[in-house]
DNA sequence: TACTTGTAAGTAACTTATTACATACAAGTA
DNA sequence: TACTTGTATGTAATAAGTTACTTACAAGTA
């Protein structure tokens, strides 16, 4: 393959994909233009219009990607895990990873997030953190009905905090006070979190 | 005074925060304009300029605000507890008030955070999230002390989960899943992050 | 040949900021 | 009081730059 070879439309739109998410790890999304794109993967700003209708298909297409992938990791946790409660701690960690090695990714998904209520975009983004939440909830009835938990738990409450308890550590690191790599803090906050459920260590 | 009566500039700063942060309530706050802005004043655009000498200068004023006001409030409450478990717990109830008051805040401050580390105004955000970090860990260390939390709580994590939890709670309020002004799942996270610390409720 | 992928140039819309000019208002003076 | 004058606040128009997207054309590929 030549450097600037012809390439098939999928490929391309992977392409694509893939700078939007290594851009965003370095810049404001919302800044992010076609332009910047194009000049990242060596292309005229109208070549991507090849490959994507508009600019919000391109981000739809980022968005779309990042749920397939961070879903995927969380099953594969929570399947190799021994019960249920090991299951969501391989699954806070199996995040907290995947963010790790996409850093632009809760940027991508703060942006969209930003977007007024009847964005197509924002509702999908709506749709993929309802979906986790709900997850993570019956995960916790099914953590409590095996008497892994204190059995007076709040399981919505309890969602809440573990989602907040990642976005904390996001945010943490997005200010720039620690490495992004330290595992401490990580392992200190989920350490507590597990405390909040009573679970027997 | 009548409808379009001549203000003082620092009349028009105030009414242009005021109306930032009204506005950043209901849309990307990335995306309000000189133009919206003054629309939503009844001004004309270039007025703005009569009173700020840049858009830049518009939203530190706007950040240094939200500091102004929030610092204010968690003081009251901190200092109105009789304890300071019950300060960190009137802490978090007051944050949560204030969001709720001015929905736009936690938006602005997203935003403020997608800047570039070297964006002045990032790098004020960074340094208000440090300080009220810092002082969480303060307290949480007091808390200890005073034998008011288990005695091997990690204070840095606490802090970090402590601001985690209010952020949880905010995205499940920006997500539209509830009423924002729903008082259940505050307390139930409020109640599960004390749990973590193992306080004596 | 027929189709896909690419380029270079162009366009309409939008954004911040500036400019020339107008007007309210406070203070000083006849 | 009545009049002048200087300054702060406002407007309308527009400059200068950026953005997403389009179009005319070229070249690789089946």
Redesign the pocket.
Known sequence: MSL???????S?QSEIIATVVALAAERNPA??????I?KAM??????L???F????A?RLAVIEWVETQLMANLADAQASAPDVLSGLEAMFLAHVKFIRQFPGVPRLVFAELQQPDSSPLRQRVQQIMQRYRQMLAEALGKAKAAHLIRDDVDVQAAAVLFLGAIQGLVMQSMLGGVSPDAEEPVLGVLRLYLASLGGKS
Chains 1, 2 share one sequence.
Not at 42 to 47: D, E, H, I, L, N
Not at 53 to 56: C, G, M, N, Q, Y
């Open positions: 600037n070879a012809r390439q098939s439309t999928e391309r800044e992010v233009t076609t332009t910047d194009a060596s292309v005229t700003q109208g070549a219009f090849r490959h209708p508009t600019k919000e391109i």
